[in-house]
């Protein structure tokens, strides 16, 4: 096991072991208070345990290395991961608005709002804790299942704090015209939680299908690519006329057409260019692979 996938374990266990504590901790203080925000916290985090416990199984096949039968290795499989966990995350989060619908049109339901505050406040305060731990090692380990993680608990952190602020202010509203909404107003914190925590998942799969579909990366990352390579290749009398970039997973594909500006083909300065490039490359992006290929037919009939 090498450093980056032994630091990776790490993190997906920290997320696990403390999202096992947060989700029983949340279904005892939800049959408690009978609150439809904690529940719907709960809920959610229950739906990423199950997710995270199959990334710490899977993790290892996304180090092995490719081979004539798998030319991408595992990294699609791991894209595939994620389109699962943010359908799922999906499903769940639409289950819960529905749920508080329900209870919406039954006429609510009345809860200790400063209980619910406190709590909530006590869960912002770890939930950041676990966040810091893990960003601590996220900086010896990056992967697109791990930065998942990280966002998941940033969105727990600010949902936390939201929840806890929105049941702190109703208690200033117990003697005024707006005490009428208390009865509903858990489950309309539970219903603007559930839509504020909906892109999240969405976006992990808006990132997964780019990459299982093989498209380029975003824009910004292209550009950071053919700014290098271009400098590079300029210095060295060459012109970049194609690039083939990938994104599979955690791993980038990077393939560059280049032409000579002269008829020969240097392998000793082609060495030098690919040497270069792959250095430079290497301070702006973690795990990649390089390919330099020189531009033998005519670019209208690519």
Not at 32 to 54: P, R, T, Y
Not at 84 to 107: A, D, H, R
Not at 194 to 215: E, G, T, Y
Not at 262 to 277: A, F, N, P
């Amino acid at each position: 096991m090498n450093e980056k996938q032994k630091y990776e374990k790490r993190i997906l266990k920290i997320s696990l072991y403390a999202g096992i504590l947060f989700v029983i901790v949340e279904i005892l203080m939800s049959l408690w208070s009978n609150s439809q925000a904690i529940l719907m916290d709960a809920v959610f985090d229950a739906a990423e345990l199950i997710v995270i416990g199959l990334s710490l199984f899977l993790t290892p096949f996304f180090y092995q290395p490719v081979s004539e039968k798998k030319p991408y290795g595992y990294s699609q499989f791991e894209s595939v991961f994620i389109v699962v966990k943010g359908f799922m995350l999906i499903s769940v989060t639409l289950g819960l608005i529905t749920n508080n619908i329900q209870i919406l049109l039954q006429g609510g339901r009345h809860l200790n709002h400063g209980q619910i505050s406190v709590f909530e406040c006590i869960l912002a305060f770890f939930s950041l804790l676990v966040l810091l731990i893990m960003r601590h090692f996220h900086k010896k380990a990056s992967s697109p299942t791990v930065e998942a993680e990280i966002y998941g608990w940033k969105v727990d952190f600010l949902c936390s704090i939201g929840i806890s602020l929105a049941f702190f202010s109703q208690l200033f509203l117990v003697n005024t015209s707006l005490k009428s909404i208390s009865p509903y107003f858990d489950q309309i914190v539970a219903i603007v939680t559930a839509l504020f925590m909906l892109p999240q998942p969405v976006k992990m799969i808006a990132d997964a299908f780019r990459s299982i579909f093989l498209f380029a990366p975003k824009e910004e990352v292209l550009h950071k690519v053919k700014q290098v390579a271009h400098q590079i290749l300029d210095d060295y009398q060459y012109t970049g006329t194609f690039y083939d970039v990938v994104l599979t997973g955690r791993k980038m594909w990077i393939s560059i057409y280049f032409k000579p500006k002269s008829d020969v083909l240097s392998m000793t300065l082609l060495h030098s260019v690919y040497d270069e490039m792959y250095t430079a490359l290497g301070q702006e992006f973690e795990d990649y692979s390089l390919e330099l290929v020189p531009e033998l037919e005519e670019e209208a009939n690519r």
